[in-house]
């Protein structure tokens, strides 16, 4: 609980900053020409501002740097540390050795920003974009941000980060076809992870998700339906990456757990993200469509055509997402036969989506 205070103050001023920061990023826009034109595959009717992304990164790069620069601050007064809560205090050292990856961390986001801009404002070919991911899941890998997954293999550990990063950036650039939705997403899976390394006592990386999180609600004050600006590629793929990131940093299994299995946490909390991405490219492939070119297929865009209103639509992901997530928390505490009705009823939920979409479509 001594950190209770501390998760909030950083949530609220990441929060405020994301506000703020979006409302910048509105005003740039507008006067730079980064705008989402309407179009033939675009369900928005007028040209809309393209700089979400700019706001939720100068959101925690503003949270972040206010905050590291005090501790720095504070340790190197030494004795002078007592300028922070005595919960903070303690974890000074830590926070030191810490900061070359948070710089890469955000390094890297800068460059996913980038080529998502460029893809926004010139386009740019999906192999590229796909090899800029690559080339930042490396850098984080030369950092020490990487998959392990009990190996000790450095090849196997550098291939399931490279895998890992750009399957769930571009699961969220897909999921970003409806106002509020791929912020909406992110904010619940966030909290869900926040959750999770809280209780594991991870505090840098909790500390992280809560600015993460408050960044992103921030800019979705301004984003859901409504909408008054969009995220397009460059913080669709910010977002996506950044969640990678820190679903990397966390630790989700100790040796005191029944099973190993809570490794996959991550899998089950993004379940509805990957799903989409899945049936995305399961239906582009049936149509004998390029799997890199966006259509009205998505997974909000089918609750859309089954009669939802596209609020309704983006409301229905978040429950579900809600849904598929939760049971994740109770890996670490249930033995083979839990571990087995939890996965049951993921795929379940997911199953029940598809039975839904399936037959109504058959009925259509």
């Known amino acids: 609980m001594k950190w209770a205070g501390i998760y909030c103050y950083l949530f609220v001023l990441a929060t405020v900053l994301g506000v703020v920061f979006t409302r910048v990023a509105i005003w740039i826009a507008a006067r730079t020409g980064a705008l989402e034109q309407p179009g033939e595959r675009k369900i ?6 393209l700089l979400g992304g700019l706001g939720v990164l100068l959101a925690i790069a503003a949270c972040l740097g206010i905050n590291l620069l005090f501790a720095l601050f504070a340790a190197s007064r030494g004795e002078g540390s007592s300028l922070l809560p005595a919960a903070v205090a303690e974890y000074l050292p830590g926070v030191v050795k810490m900061l070359p990856r948070v710089l890469a961390i955000f390094g890297g986001g800068v460059i996913i920003f980038l080529v998502g801009l460029w893809d926004d404002l010139y386009g740019m070919r999906a192999r590229a974009k796909l090899l800029c991911q690559a080339l930042v899941s490396l850098l984080l890998v030369y950092f020490g941000i990487k998959v392990t997954l009990f190996s000790g293999n450095p090849f196997l550990n550098c291939v399931l980060t490279i895998f890992w990063v750009v399957a769930i950036t571009n699961s969220f650039n897909l999921l970003d076809n409806m106002d509020g939705l791929c ?5 619940v899976t966030s909290a ?3 959750i999770v390394s809280a209780r594991m006592g991870e505090y840098f990386v909790s500390s992280f998700i809560a600015v993460f999180c408050g960044a992103v609600l921030g800019f979705l004050f301004l984003n859901f339906r409504p909408a008054r600006i969009f995220l397009g590629d460059a913080g669709s793929m910010l ?3 950044l969640v990678a990131t820190f679903t990397i940093l966390g630790t989700y299994y100790k040796g005191s757990f029944p099973t190993p299995f809570p490794v996959v946490m991550p899998i089950i909390i993004l379940a509805l993200p990957l799903y989409d991405m899945a049936s995305v490219v399961l239906i582009r492939i049936r149509l004998n469509k390029p799997i890199y070119i966006g259509d009205t297929n998505h997974f909000s865009h089918r609750l859309v055509k089954l009669g939802m209103s596209q609020r309704g639509a983006v409301l229905f992901i978040y429950l579900v997402t809600l849904s598929t997530a ?8 249930v033995d083979m ?7 049951f009823e993921v ?3 997911l199953g029940v989506v598809g ?6 479509e058959r009925k259509k």
């Open 44 to 49: 928005h009717q007028v040209p809309m501002p």
């Open 183 to 187: 912020g909406g997403v992110a904010v």
């Open 192 to 194: 869900v992870f926040f």
């Open 239 to 241: 977002i996506g990456y």
């Open 326 to 333: 939760l049971p994740a928390l109770l890996l670490p505490y």
């Open 337 to 343: 036969g839990g571990v087995v009705i939890v996965l």
């Open 347 to 349: 795929v379940l939920v």
């Open 355 to 360: 039975f839904l979409e399936y037959y109504a």
